[in-house]
């Protein structure tokens, strides 16, 4: 089965750093577009950044300059380097990739998404 799993998300102070990673298993045939979202309660699943198959990247104004995302193929991962962080970073983090997999119809790519992680920033 085709699954991603997020981890590296936790309690961290204002100006504090994490590192989160998204795994993907299962039987995938390729790897499209890579993101990472993220919800902070009662508001709308929002994206973070994301990363194209050719590295190209884009981030949320709110997180530029301070997230880097990168990826590796090779292991089926994507990362999210959380830099001075601050307190409205606060949410559930998800995983998302375009994946071509046994479910895919004629080779298109899925949207496949992590169960989520969570991030706290304290003041």
């Known amino acids: 089965q085709v699954q991603l799993v997020e981890s590296g998300g936790g309690l961290v102070q204002a100006g504090g750093s994490l590192r989160l990673s998204c795994a993907a298993s299962?039987?995938?045939?390729?790897?499209?577009?890579m993101s990472w979202y993220r919800q902070a309660p009662g508001k709308q699943r929002e994206l973070v950044a994301g990363i194209t198959t050719e590295s190209s990247t884009n981030y949320a104004d709110a997180v530029k300059g301070r997230f880097t995302i990168s990826r590796d193929n090779a292991k089926n991962m994507v990362y999210l380097q959380m830099n001075s962080l601050k307190p409205e970073d606060t949410g559930v983090y998800f995983c998302?990739?375009?994946?071509?997999?046994?479910?895919?119809?004629?080779?298109?790519?899925?949207?496949?998404w992590g169960r989520g992680t969570q991030v706290t920033v304290s003041s």
């Open positions: 998302n990739a375009l994946l071509v997999t046994r479910e895919s119809i004629n080779s298109y790519p899925l949207a496949y």
């Open positions: 299962g039987i995938i045939f390729s790897i499209d577009n």
